[in-house]
C-alpha cells in the first residue's frame, strides 16, 4: 500500500470510528484536501498577525468539520498559571463558556482543568459518573455535554499554554482515530498562542525601548532647559538687585524719580518669573508625553520668543543675534511647544558653537523663508565649523562633539520635524560655522 492509499485508508477509518458511518472514497480525498486547505488558511492567518482569538476560532471549525458529532474548544492557561482563560468555543452553549472561564485549575477540575494541571491527557467517556466533573457535573449536564476529552498544548519549551478539548453529546470511548485531528489542533494551536506571545514580548520591549529612548531625550531636552532656567533666574536676580538699590538709595536721598526705574525693574522681574513658569509648563508636558497639540503657529513669532529666552547668554558670550524674515510668511501646522524646542535646540548649540571664540565678530543669524510648499528656516553661526564626515554623523543617536552632551538632541530635532512633514539637515558654511537648516510644509 502506497502513502496515498494509507491516507485514504486511515482518513476512511477517521471518519467511521468517529461517525460510525463510511465515507465513499472520492469523499474521503475531499475531506482530507479540505482539512490541508484549513491548515494552510490558518497558517496565513498566523503569519498575518491575526487575532488568536479569530484564529483558535477557525481552528476549532475546521476540526469540528472533520467529525459533525464533535464539540471543540481551545482554552487559555493564564499569566499566573493557575486558572482557565477562553479561547474560542463557537459550537459550545454560550453559559457554559462563561461559567468555566476563569475557573481554577487542578487535579479534579473537569477534564481541562485536569488537564492543564497535569500536563497530560485527560479521557472522561461519562461525565455524569467521574469524579473529575463533580464539581462541574450540573453545568454540563444543563449544556447536554456527556463525554470530553482533553488535551494540554504545550510549548516548544515543554510549558502548557492550554488545552484542545473534544466533547460529545453522549457518552463515548475514543477509538484512536481521533489522535491525528488532536495532534493537528494542538500543533496549529501551539504555533498560534506562541507567536501571538512573542508579539506581545516584542511590543512590550518596544515600548520599554520607546521609553528609555524617551528617558534619554529628556535628559537631554533638560540640558537645554536647565540653560534656559539659569538665564532666566539670573535676569530675575539682576533685577531684583537694581530694585533693592533703588530702595536704598529712596531710603537715603527720597529719589523721587527713580519711581519709573523700579516699575521697569518690576516689570522685568515679572517678565522673567512668567517665562521661567512656562519653561517648567513644557518640561511638565514632555516628562508626562503628552500627545501633540497640532494648532496653526507663526514661526516668526516663535523665533521672537526663542531670542527673548537667550538673549542674556548670546550678550554674555558677545554674540549679535540677526534675524531675516520673509513677509507673508504662511503659517505652519505643528505642535508650538515641539517646534519651539527645535529652534530653541538649534539657537542653543550655534551659541555653544561660538564659546571661547574672540578672533572675530560673532553673529548667530536666523533667516526664514518661503517655499513653493511653505516655509524654510536656516540658523547659522560662526563658529569653528564642522569637517564633512562629522557633518553627515550630527543627526545619529547619541553621537556628539560635546564632552557633557549626550548626543540626543539633533536626532530629536530631526524625528519633530519629519513628524511635521519636512527635513532638517546641515550644510557647511562658505566662511566660518555651519547653517542647520529645516522646512516645513504650509498648513492647509
Known amino acids: 500500500m502506497d502513502k496515498q492509499d494509507q491516507s485514504e485508508f486511515l482518513t476512511e477509518q477517521i471518519q467511521t470510528s468517529v461517525t460510525g458511518k463510511p465515507?465513499?472514497?472520492?469523499?474521503?480525498?475531499?475531506?482530507?484536501?479540505?482539512?490541508?486547505?484549513?491548515?494552510?488558511?490558518?497558517?496565513?492567518?498566523?503569519?498575518?498577525?491575526?487575532?488568536?482569538?479569530?484564529?483558535?476560532?477557525?481552528?476549532?471549525?475546521?476540526?469540528?468539520?472533520?467529525?459533525?458529532?464533535?464539540?471543540?474548544?481551545?482554552?487559555?492557561?493564564?499569566?499566573?498559571?493557575?486558572?482557565?482563560?477562553?479561547?474560542?468555543?463557537?459550537?459550545?452553549?454560550?453559559?457554559?463558556?462563561?461559567?468555566?472561564?476563569?475557573?481554577?485549575?487542578?487535579?479534579?477540575?473537569?477534564?481541562?482543568?485536569?488537564?492543564?494541571?497535569?500536563?497530560?491527557?485527560?479521557?472522561?467517556?461519562?461525565?455524569?459518573?467521574?469524579?473529575?466533573?463533580e464539581d462541574y457535573r450540573d453545568l454540563a449536564a444543563a449544556s447536554g455535554l456527556r463525554a470530553c476529552w482533553s488535551t494540554p498544548i504545550m510549548s516548544a519549551r515543554g510549558k502548557v499554554l492550554g488545552s484542545f478539548a473534544m466533547y460529545y453529546k453522549q457518552p463515548q470511548t475514543p477509538t484512536g482515530a481521533e489522535a491525528r485531528l488532536t495532534d493537528v489542533a494542538t500543533h496549529i494551536a501551539t504555533l498560534a498562542i506562541e507567536h501571538q506571545r512573542t508579539l506581545e514580548v516584542l511590543a512590550r520591549t518596544q515600548a520599554e525601548l520607546a521609553r528609555a529612548s524617551q528617558v534619554t531625550s529628556m535628559r537631554e531636552v533638560a540640558v537645554s532647559f536647565g540653560q534656559e532656567l539659569n538665564q532666566t533666574l539670573a535676569a530675575i536676580v539682576d533685577n531684583a538687585d537694581r530694585g533693592l538699590q533703588w530702595l536704598n538709595q529712596v531710603a537715603t536721598e527720597q529719589a523721587a524719580n527713580d519711581v519709573e526705574a523700579l516699575r521697569e525693574v518690576l516689570t522685568n522681574i515679572a517678565g522673567d518669573g512668567r517665562h521661567t513658569i512656562e519653561i517648567i509648563a513644557r518640561i511638565r508636558t514632555l516628562a508626562t508625553n503628552s500627545p501633540p497639540q497640532r494648532a496653526n503657529l507663526n514661526l516668526s513669532a516663535l523665533l521672537t520668543e526663542v531670542f527673548s529666552h537667550v538673549a542674556h547668554e548670546a550678550q554674555r558670550e558677545h554674540i549679535t543675534l540677526q534675524t531675516e524674515v520673509a513677509d507673508d510668511l504662511p503659517a505652519v501646522s505643528g505642535d508650538r511647544v515641539q517646534l519651539q524646542q527645535v529652534l530653541l535646540n538649534l539657537v542653543m548649540n550655534a551659541i555653544e558653537a561660538m564659546n571661547g571664540i574672540r578672533d572675530r565678530r560673532l553673529e548667530l543669524a536666523v533667516k526664514i523663508d518661503r517655499t513653493p510648499s511653505g516655509v524654510v528656516v536656516a540658523v547659522t553661526d560662526r563658529g569653528p565649523g564642522i569637517n564633512q564626515p562629522e557633518l553627515d554623523r550630527v543627526f545619529e543617536a547619541f553621537h556628539t562633539t560635546k564632552n557633557a552632551n549626550l548626543g540626543m538632541g539633533l536626532p530629536i530635532c530631526r524625528s519633530i520635524i519629519e513628524a511635521h512633514g519636512g527635513k532638517l539637515w546641515a550644510e557647511s558654511n562658505i566662511g566660518p560655522g555651519v547653517t542647520f537648516k529645516f522646512n516645513l510644509p504650509a498648513a492647509a
Not at 479540505?34 to 498577525?49: K, S, V, Y
Not at 485549575?105 to 461519562?126: E, F, W
Open 23 to 133: 465515507r465513499a472514497l472520492a469523499d474521503t480525498r475531499k475531506t482530507e484536501e479540505a482539512l490541508q486547505t484549513g491548515q494552510n488558511r490558518i497558517l496565513e492567518m498566523i503569519a498575518a498577525n491575526a487575532p488568536l482569538g479569530e484564529i483558535l476560532k477557525q481552528l476549532v471549525l475546521l476540526i469540528e468539520s472533520q467529525a459533525p458529532d464533535m464539540l471543540c474548544s481551545v482554552l487559555l492557561l493564564s499569566d499566573d498559571g493557575n486558572h482557565i482563560r477562553h479561547g474560542a468555543a463557537p459550537s459550545l452553549p454560550e453559559d457554559y463558556v462563561k461559567a468555566i472561564d476563569g475557573a481554577p485549575i487542578g487535579p479534579k477540575n473537569g477534564s481541562c482543568g485536569t488537564a492543564m494541571y497535569r500536563g497530560k491527557p485527560v479521557v472522561v467517556t461519562d461525565i455524569s459518573i467521574d469524579p473529575l466533573w
